[in-house]
């Protein structure tokens, strides 16, 4: 199967680099690479271009953010299989494409995710995110899975829709709200750290963006019929604290 991985790009010269190192050294020769960048005002397309025989489309233009960004690559991909990669995230191992494409095969899963290590700049592990297997309900507990290790056949795109930014940080959220609980999509656990990701994140800046983030969520469990959406709202954030017990 052909995966289209997709990297959004804004002013990321800091780990760009990285970044694309990992995809090139992927054991997966059917893949198609696409950069969709904001208009970056620093060398990440310095940077990239270097690269270029490895990247089959890239493109730097204005958006509306990084979900329209995301769309935008989504549009252009002709893959069976979609995978986003952030610009400050790597992969954790140059088999990841080859086991994410091999878990496909065997299950006939329409979506597969994984676990995602968050590490600081001199790449020490700082959360485990063990995503464990889904059972249906278990968004009404606060469960998600990762979204940076989530790769999903990209017909379920033209039949379930993109990404929708009024959701705000919960966007990615609601996606997998909405493909894996509302549209009973069949998904697979792959019991492997897929990615490395830079710890970090807008929504946990300050108070103002955690409540906006909450917000945000709820938002997306109320359109999304979930039945106990104060439970979840709860539940939800109350999960990442497993995330650092979990560092051995």
């Known amino acids: 199967m052909k995966i289209s991985l997709i990297t959004v790009t804004f002013n990321a010269a800091d780990t760009i680099e990285l970044c694309i190192n990992s ?33 089959h489309y890239i493109i ?16 252009q991909a002709t893959g069976d299989i ?6 400050d ?22 979506a597969v995710y994984g676990d995602v290590d968050y590490i600081d700049k001199r790449e020490k592990v700082i959360r485990k995110w063990q995503a464990g297997v ?30 929708n930014p009024q959701y705000g940080s919960a966007t990615d959220y609601e996606l997998m709200l909405r493909f894996i609980h509302v549209h009973k999509i ?4 792959l019991n492997k750290v897929v990615v490395k990701m830079l ?14 983030a909450w917000k945000n969520d709820f938002k997306a469990m109320r359109t999304n019929g979930l039945s106990f959406p104060y439970i979840a709202i709860v539940l939800k954030p109350l999960r ?7 560092i051995k």
């Open 89 to 110: 995230d790597h992969f954790a191992g140059n088999d990841i494409l080859k086991t994410i494409n091999n878990m496909f095969e065997t299950t006939g899963a329409d």
């Open 23 to 55: 995809v090139i050294s992927q054991q997966y020769p059917n893949l198609e690479y696409i950069i969709i960048d904001a208009q970056s005002a620093d060398d990440t397309l310095i940077i990239a271009n270097k690269y270029k025989k490895h990247i």
């Open 199 to 212: 710890i970090g994140g807008v929504s946990n800046k300050s108070i103002k963006n955690r409540i906006s």
């Open 82 to 87: 979609i995978g986003l990669l952030n610009a």
């Open 186 to 189: 069949k998904v697979e656990y």
């Open 240 to 246: 990442k604290i497993t995330q650092y017990i979990n």
């Open 60 to 75: 730097s233009e204005p958006d509306n953010g990084i979900y329209d960004a995301m769309n935008k690559g989504i549009k």
């Open 134 to 163: 889904y059972k249906h309900g278990a968004f009404n507990k606060g469960w998600m899975p990762p979204h940076p290790s989530f790769y999903v056949k990209k017909e379920l795109f033209n039949k379930f829709g993109l990404y």
